[in-house]
């Protein structure tokens, strides 16, 4: 029996554009991955600033928000994964933003 290898090569992120209610990244084959922003708690949450506050890392396999502390990786946007941060933490990130807010 014969089996076909296939060598995938995982594109890489040249653009990022985060709207009120999507992330949309644009890939180096000439595709556009666009995902709810409800898959990423941190990024929901976060101001129109802190979410225009990217940069790509890995050489663009990744997105990093510094201020929110949020990474994704292009290859789990094209294998549909949402954050996995747990509620529990999420929940801890959030209590510490309003207290922050509030000391502001």
Do not use: C
Request: aromatic share 6%; net charge neutral; hydrophobic share 35%.
């Amino acid at each position: 029996m014969n089996t076909l290898m296939v060598n995938v090569q995982i594109p890489y992120a040249r653009n990022v554009k985060v709207t009120s209610d999507s992330l949309t990244v644009d890939l180096s084959d000439g595709r556009s991955i666009i995902t709810p922003l409800a898959w990423f708690p941190r990024l929901l949450h976060a101001t129109r600033e802190e979410r225009n506050s990217w940069r790509l890392i890995g050489g663009g396999h990744g997105i990093h928000w510094e201020e929110i502390d949020e990474d994704i990786s292009v290859e789990g946007l094209l294998a549909g994964k949402p954050s996995s941060e747990s509620q529990t933490s999420l929940k801890k990130w959030l209590e510490k933003r309003q207290v922050k807010e509030i000391i502001q």
